[in-house]
């Protein structure tokens, strides 16, 4: 009796930690960049299964030796499966690290945020001037729950 008892709880132990651990993946989109200067808008569209999860989005450039500015004003308009809008301003500040000049900087663009609505989420990026040197844009939202609320 006692040994039946302890296997049954190993396996809910095993399946409390099957179902609470691990979990979320990574959804990453990137858009190359043809030409050399980024002026026109970037849609990056997620579509969103659970509504229960927070999430970290972030914005990634890659830029090559022609990026030369201090910082990279965008226009950020996000648009929800029910139609909702929501558009702001956001500053993406890339350090100059002379010889050590990484290539792709990833920036949080919102962080523990609750997608509440299941669908298509649709964000639109758009840099206010027109910026040298960037290669590439993308847009990554973390799947993984965040228990830091």
């Known amino acids: ?22 979990g979320g993946s990574r959804s ?7 030409g050399s200067v980024w002026f026109d808008t970037e849609e990056f569209v997620y579509d ?3 509504t229960l999860y927070r999430r970290n989005i972030s914005i990634t450039v890659r830029y090559d030796g022609d990026y030369v500015s201090d910082s990279v004003p965008l226009k950020i308009l996000t648009v929800s499966p029910d139609s909702m809008v929501y558009e702001e301003d956001f500053t993406l500040h890339i350090p100059h690290l ?38 590439s844009v993308g847009l990554i939202v973390d799947e993984r729950p965040s228990f830091n609320e």
């Open 1 to 22: 009796m006692r040994q039946l008892i302890s296997t049954i709880l190993t396996l809910v132990a095993i399946v409390i930690f099957a179902s609470c651990g691990g």
């Open 28 to 34: 990453i989109e990137m858009h190359d960049r043809y």
């Open 48 to 50: 969103n299964s659970d």
């Open 98 to 135: 002379a010889d050590m000049r990484p290539d792709e900087h990833t920036f949080i663009y919102r962080s523990n945020v609750l997608l509440k609505r299941s669908g298509e989420y649709r964000f639109r990026i758009t840099p206010l001037e027109p910026i040298d040197g960037i290669a």
